[in-house]
Every structure is written in structure tokens, then in C-alpha cells.
């Protein structure tokens, strides 16, 4: 099993089209998560942070539910330029332990379409 | 602008020929990560230094090296490149003494062998 999981899509949405992300991961000692945004033969780009109590930027929002170890992320009112690769990100070790290690879902990629 | 750096963008290189990918920094990061990523998987992470410290996933195969002669500086070397080693090569940073878990990406090196 891998240890995050995503749907790969694609999703192919129109403008204007709210759209939903889920992501699961397997180590329950994981600390924190992330979505990162990958423009196609580029690289990845922090999108945001993931906290329990949820949290909002603009158009987008992420949850996380730790007790089922589940991840998500909402895009309202889709815009073109929101088309691009959709990893789930998660920490499985803070700097106590030595080094900060990223594991990355194999992303869900988004077509916004006019 | 503070930022990470990729030299070359794309690399060509023979069967079995040696390579040598570089990247730079001028975040004062402490902590350095090589990831290869091929088309519609996970970045998958190589090994990372620690300060002076280089740490290697267990999977990493030996053909794969790396060197950081200073804190801003970091190589991978390919020894004998086969097939298989064509993907994305992404270096990345962070910080071990902020709170922030992000990891800072550099445009990547594309890597083709002939």
C-alpha cells in the first residue's frame, strides 16, 4: 500500500466548476500535510498548509480528518489557470527527529476547461 | 531574489556515461534533498544532507551519489546512467530551526538518456 494515496483524475472541470481533492495516508504518526501545486515539466510549489481545525485561502480549502487519516481539498469557482497536478503532501518526521521528510501522493490532475 | 537553483535544465546523456547535476542555493538553508520524479509518479526522494550529514533512503541504488562541499552547494552524481535514470531531477531546502515544515524546490533538471 502506498503511504499517501490519491485519485490521479484526470478532472476535467469547467470555469466556474467547484471541484474536491481526497487524499489518504497510511502512517498515523504523521504530523503534518500539505498540498503542493505542479505546473506541468515544473516544479512542485507550496499551495498550502493543511491544519485539523481546516483552513481557507481565497478560493481554496483543506481539510483533515487525522482519525481516518483522510485529506482534502476544495477549489470554488475554478479558473483556468487553476489546471495543474495536485500532490498530497505529508510529514512523517518534525525536526526532532532529525530532518524534515516529505512523502508525496502521485498527484490528481485538474483540467479546468473554458 | 532568494531561490534555488538547477544547473543544467536538461541534460542529455549517454548510456553508462557519467553526469553530474548541479544546485545552488542563497536561502542559508541547512538541509538539502535530491527527489527523482518520473512522468505521473511521486517525487520520490534520493537522499538529503543534514548539514555536513548525508542521509540515504534505503532504496536509493548505489549508482546514485551525492557531494555538498559547502552549505549553498549541492551535486548528484550519476555514475554509470541507464535507462531507467531518465526523469526529473529536483533539488530542494529547508530550514531546521523555523517552524515551517515547506521545502523550497528548484525548476528542476530533466534528464534524457541516449
Known amino acids: 500500500r502506498k503511504e499517501v494515496e490519491q485519485d490521479p483524475g484526470p478532472f476535467n472541470v469547467p470555469e466556474g466548476a467547484t471541484v474536491a481533492f481526497n487524499c489518504t495516508y497510511s502512517n498515523s504518526a504523521s504530523q503534518s500535510f500539505f498540498w503542493y501545486r505542479q505546473d506541468c515539466r515544473k516544479e512542485p510549489k507550496l499551495l498550502m498548509s493543511?491544519?485539523?481545525s481546516g483552513n481557507e485561502d481565497g478560493r481554496f480549502t483543506a481539510q483533515l480528518n487525522r482519525a481516518s487519516q483522510y485529506i482534502s481539498l476544495l477549489i470554488r469557482d475554478s479558473k483556468l489557470s487553476d489546471s495543474a497536478t495536485y500532490l498530497c503532501v505529508v510529514n512523517t518526521r518534525g525536526f526532532s527527529g532529525g530532518y524534515n521528510k516529505l512523502i508525496f501522493g502521485a498527484g490528481t490532475r485538474l483540467a479546468v476547461h473554458p | 531574489d532568494a531561490m534555488v537553483i538547477q544547473n543544467p535544465r536538461y541534460q542529455v546523456t549517454q548510456f553508462g556515461k557519467p553526469v553530474t547535476l548541479s544546485c545552488s542555493q542563497t536561502l542559508n538553508h541547512n538541509v538539502m534533498y535530491w527527489y527523482q520524479q518520473k512522468s505521473s509518479q511521486a517525487p520520490k526522494l534520493l537522499f538529503h544532507y543534514y548539514d555536513k550529514d548525508f542521509n540515504n533512503e534505503a532504496d536509493t541504488p548505489d549508482n546514485f551519489q551525492s557531494r555538498r562541499p559547502n552549505t549553498s552547494f549541492c551535486f548528484l552524481d550519476i555514475r554509470s546512467p541507464g535507462l531507467g535514470d531518465a526523469a526529473m531531477y529536483l533539488c530542494a531546502t529547508s530550514s531546521s530551526s523555523g517552524t515551517s515544515y515547506e521545502q523550497y524546490f528548484g525548476p528542476g533538471t530533466r534528464l534524457t538518456v541516449t
Open positions: 493543511v491544519y485539523s
